[in-house]
């Protein structure tokens, strides 16, 4: 069961939310507006449903909602930043914002932040810099260990975020937005709350076998077995090692004080540094126009480039209003309900649940 719900309506909800958590007003409407950008692309998992695992670390301490933000060292296309404890989004914000900068000023600007929490859906993040008219990266770690390593039947890897943005000229931009599991963690807490069973696959419960309830998963599988493994031990190394926290694998279950947190890192190429960025975006097109082009498999009505499907949902959901999964609205006004906020959402989205 759905409903449709205006995007600035779910953001305002969302915003009192955070608020409700001692969050300044300009942050809790920046959280929630980055994530109902994933809820307007489909991308649920990631959405305003993270929202009440968010007001749980926030009411615990483990975030804080004016976390100081600080950037530690700064160089020649590099800089690393202390997020301090801060919602994820406000110390990525601050992290892409700078690699921006410094690929202006260098060619190529990375940045790693440390001691942050969860950033939300990792295109964001480097749709930012494609915005920018740069080429980005972003990609974070966890602070729980989740997948499995290739062969393993116990999960001791992070489900790293592999995200890229490619900006392109009258196509769309490529957009490259994944976990390094088989599927995201939230997708499969998503099934869990809708009542649906996971695709055979995806993870393996505490025997090892495969398995497609979702409350049974011990380990979700790296996504393309020894492929997928070697991307995230990578990701770990960019985000974890670098950020001088240890691998995720190595730090699980350190107090959030001793590093047992998250980090993330972010990459801005300047394209015009290369080429001239009217000639790259033209070459970006037409390598979309050929693949678009290609001979299509039996049932396959159209070639997409990746990020164009999501793109389309964000225009259609933009015009109609977001087709929400009735139970993440109903779950969202229960949390309102139960911090006493006092909106009209709150007893709508209630009634949803009946």
């Known amino acids: 069961m759905t409903s449709r719900v205006p995007a600035e309506r779910l953001i305002e909800a969302g915003a009192g939310l955070f608020r409700s958590a001692g969050v300044p007003t300009d942050d809790a409407r920046y959280v929630a507006e980055t994530l109902v950008q994933a809820d307007l692309r489909g991308h649920f998992s990631h959405g305003s ?47 892409m914002e700078t690699a921006i900068e410094l690929a202006r000023e260098s060619a190529v600007g990375a940045v790693n932040v440390n001691r942050s929490a969860h950033f939300g859906a990792g295109a964001y993040w480097a749709q930012m810099a494609a915005d920018a008219d740069m080429i980005g990266f972003a990609t974070s770690n966890d602070a729980v260990t989740t997948v499995a390593a290739h ?49 055979v696959g995806w993870a393996t419960d505490a025997g090892g076998q495969p398995t497609s309830d979702p409350d049974s998963v011990m380990a979700i599988l ?7 493994y070697a991307i995230n031990i990578l990701c770990d190394v960019l985000t974890g090692i670098l950020g001088r926290a240890d691998a995720s694998t190595v730090s699980v279950g350190r107090p959030v004080a001793e590093g047992g947190w998250m980090n993330h890192f972010f990459l801005a190429l300047n394209i015009s540094t ?28 159209r070639i997409y480039t990746p990020g164009e499907r999501s793109r389309e949902s964000r225009e259609r959901a933009l015009r109609e209003g977001i087709r929400m999964p009735a139970a993440i609205l109903a779950r969202l006004a229960g949390v309102g309900r139960d911090r006493e906020i006092d909106s009209p959402w709150v007893r709508e989205w209630a009634d949803l649940a009946t």
């Not at 301490?61 to 406000?90: K, M």
């Not at 790296?222 to 997928?228: D, L, Q």
């Open 49 to 95: 449903n993270q929202i009440p695992g968010y007001l749980e670390v926030l009411d615990k301490g483990d975030v804080r909602a004016q976390g100081e933000i600080a950037v530690q060292t700064r160089g020649a296309g590099f800089a690393t930043i202390d997020g301090g404890f801060a919602l994820g989004q406000i110390a990525s914000k601050v992290a």
């Open 151 to 199: 062969g393993s039947i116990q999960p001791g890897l992070v489900n790293a975020a592999f995200c890229w943005a490619i900006p392109a000229g009258e196509e769309p931009d490529i957009v490259i937005d994944m976990g390094t599991g088989a599927a995201a963690d939230g997708k499969l807490k998503l099934a869990e709350l809708l009542g649906e069973k996971i695709p």
């Open 222 to 228: 790296p996504f393309g077995g020894p492929k997928g």
């Open 274 to 301: 290369f080429l001239p960025l009217p000639e790259f975006k033209a070459a970006v097109d037409r390598q979309s126009r050929a693949l678009r082009k290609l001979g299509r498999a039996k049932g396959v009505d």
